[in-house]
């Protein structure tokens, strides 16, 4: 068979550049394309990079879904149908809410596709498709399929040196999708020295590991950085605020190269945190992790979501204070957006609360739910408030890191991909993504 496999265009929000659709390519679609028997043929497009081909002959296709491309998966789905080509859609949005997917396409894959690809394929011969694909009990680790780098175009990505260890978190913040009801709840990770073998198949000194949450489990986290650091690599991650109890940990994280840290802080207000139930965060202790990470030399990448039900429009001129204050290197902002099947979705229409059912507007950046303590469009401008005062000249020279080693960094980042990010898509175009992301990482993470 001939399959198609395809990641719909993503929304893009109002400080986006082509920069962030170039970031990575879809490690679903790389690990399904290792999934598939060599007897068939795999095709992989990415509507971000490139337009897609409904008039290719294919026998099947497959879409990894998020929740803001939804409404363009069905747009694709029903293209293909009418050629008379079957579609299957997977990925976390068909996971969360699969009742509400299962219309739209001829069969969805309701989380993990390691167990369910290969039977997919072989009913798709038999034309024997059945509408649900599951099969997540008791999943272990070693089960997790590697994506298949070989495939990647690299020339149209700005990294592609990216790697999971593990697959979910063991905390269920209301936001978030592991509070799902149903199939989410899951956390998992991958044996070390499968990791420790996709790292030299990259044959790059530099990784990003897209763990969602890179400590989830510590001492599994310990045992994998002995085993990198042979490997004198440089890396970043993303881990949880309460990494601040694991002083050794950051020790070692340290020694074995680590340069920055995606941390979801979401919010200064205690009030806040404690309405989402993100009880790992503790804002009391954010100055104190702040000042630990920093003076181990690791820049960090400050989370916020705003729009909580214990925030008033006095919560952005007291982050960006905040952030200003204690030199946070970058930030990523969102406005809360209650993802279908999550806790904080049924809550708010339990509440009467959401307003906006259009999927496309789901992309953090817009407001789809009553906020409680300020309109809607006080909340719109405070988020876009955030990202003018951040990346405004005036801060970020007050936020240049004592760390002399991280000024380079600190600088390509705020200067190139947010400041300047319309002029860097330039340079990419003109040049290519992925050597303007040599550039970027060689600027970045150099090693001396």
Not at 322 to 346: A, D, Q
């Amino acid at each position: 068979m001939k399959i198609k496999l395809i990641q719909p265009a993503m929304i893009p929000r109002p400080m986006d550049t082509k920069l962030k659709t170039r970031m990575s390519p879809s490690l679903a679609l790389l690990t399904l394309a290792n999934l598939t028997p060599k007897k068939h043929q795999v095709i992989i497009e990415n509507e971000n990079v490139e337009k897609i081909d409904f008039d290719e002959h294919v026998d099947l296709v497959a879409i990894t879904v998020t929740v803001d491309v939804m409404n363009r998966a069905v747009e694709i789905s029903k293209e293909f149908q009418k050629r008379g080509v079957p579609v299957i859609a997977g990925g976390i949005h068909i996971t969360a809410d699969p009742e509400a997917a299962i219309n739209n396409f001829d069969a969805i894959n309701v989380g993990m596709a390691e167990r369910v690809w290969k039977k997919i394929l072989m009913d798709k011969e038999n034309n024997s498709l059945k509408k649900v694909y599951y099969d997540m009990v008791n999943m272990s680790g070693t089960e997790i399929v590697s994506p298949d780098y070989n495939i990647i175009d690299t020339k149209k990505y700005l990294y592609t040196n990216i790697i999971s260890t593990s697959r979910g978190c063991p905390f269920k913040c209301d936001f978030c999708y592991n509070s799902c009801l149903n199939t989410l709840n899951t956390y998992i990770n991958r044996p070390i020295d499968h990791v420790i073998k996709e790292i030299n198949a990259l044959k790059t000194r530099h990784i990003m590991f897209i763990d969602d949450n890179f400590i989830g489990n510590p001492q599994r986290t310990k045992k994998l950085l002995e085993a990198i650091k042979p490997l004198k690599l440089k890396w970043n991650a993303a881990v949880t605020s309460n990494i601040v109890d694991m002083p050794e940990l950051l020790d070692q994280m340290k020694e074995t190269g680590c340069q920055s840290l995606f941390i979801g802080f979401e919010s200064i207000n205690c009030k806040s945190l404690e309405s989402i139930h993100k009880v790992q965060n503790s804002v009391s202790r954010y100055e104190k992790l702040v000042d630990e990470i920093h003076k181990r030399g690791i820049m960090i990448n400050a989370s916020f979501v705003f729009g909580l039900d214990e925030d008033d429009v006095s919560v952005f001129k007291n982050t960006i204070k905040w952030i200003v204050k204690n030199k946070i290197e970058t930030v990523t902002s969102h406005i809360l957006t209650p993802y279908p099947g999550t806790k904080l979705y049924l809550s708010l229409l339990g509440e009467n609360r959401i307003v906006d059912f259009n999927l496309t507007h789901y992309n953090t950046a817009q407001v789809v739910y009553k906020p409680k303590n300020m309109t809607e469009e006080e909340l719109y401008k405070g988020y876009i408030g955030i990202y003018k005062e951040v990346y405004s000249f005036k801060n970020i020279i007050k936020r240049i890191p004592k760390t002399k080693k991280q000024i380079a960094p600190f600088l390509a980042f705020n200067l190139f991909y947010r400041k300047f990010g319309k002029l860097s898509e330039v340079l990419c175009n003109l040049i290519s993504f992925n050597k303007i992301g040599k550039f970027f990482r060689w600027l970045t993470y150099r090693i001396k």
